[in-house]
């Protein structure tokens, strides 16, 4: 994530960092007024996002799987020895909507920083 959005800075227009140095910005107000609103032009900053909270959620998931006690995991986990598919068939459908709802969310966040020529 952090390689991927080090690569947006790096990549964006060089008027835009002299525009910080100019105003005086601090580095706060240069990553939200010039790094950010530039870096969505080529979905950089989603995609440094977006990736890792997928793999996230997949190793979430797992790794509940393998330790147990809580969680959609251990719940799939228990279905599948109680030999219940339904269930499982169910909570993999729910896997699936909570991944979906997070890429949603992460598509409306990308919207408001997009830039806008």
Same mark, same amino acid.
Not at 55 to 63: E, G, K, N, R, S
Not at 104 to 115: D, F, G, T
């Given at each position: !994530?952090? /390689?991927?959005?080090?690569?947006?800075?790096?990549?964006?227009?060089?008027? %835009?960092? @002299?525009?910080?140095? %100019?105003? =005086?910005?601090?580095?706060?107000? %240069?990553?939200?007024?010039?790094?950010?609103?530039?870096?969505?032009?080529?979905?950089?900053? @989603?995609?440094?996002?977006?990736?890792? /909270?997928? /793999?996230?959620?997949?190793? /979430?998931?797992?790794?509940? !799987?393998?330790?147990?006690?809580?969680?959609?995991? &251990? &719940?799939?986990?228990?279905?599948?020895?109680?030999?219940?598919?339904?269930?499982? +068939?169910?909570?993999?459908? !729910?896997?699936? +909507?909570?991944?979906?709802?997070?890429?949603?969310?992460?598509?409306?966040?990308?919207?408001?920083?997009?830039?806008? =020529?």
């Amino acid at each position: !994530m952090l /390689i991927n959005t080090s690569l947006s800075a790096w990549t964006c227009a060089p008027r %835009t960092g @002299s525009w910080a140095r %100019t105003h =005086e910005a601090c580095h706060l107000k %240069t990553a939200f007024l010039v790094i950010l609103p530039a870096g969505p032009r080529r979905n950089q900053p @989603s995609t440094a996002c977006a990736s890792p /909270i997928g /793999i996230a959620w997949l190793v /979430i998931v797992a790794a509940e !799987m393998l330790v147990g006690g809580t969680g959609i995991g &251990y &719940y799939v986990w228990n279905e599948w020895n109680n030999l219940d598919l339904t269930s499982v +068939i169910f909570s993999i459908l !729910m896997i699936g +909507i909570v991944g979906m709802l997070l890429d949603a969310a992460l598509a409306s966040v990308n919207r408001l920083v997009e830039y806008q =020529e």
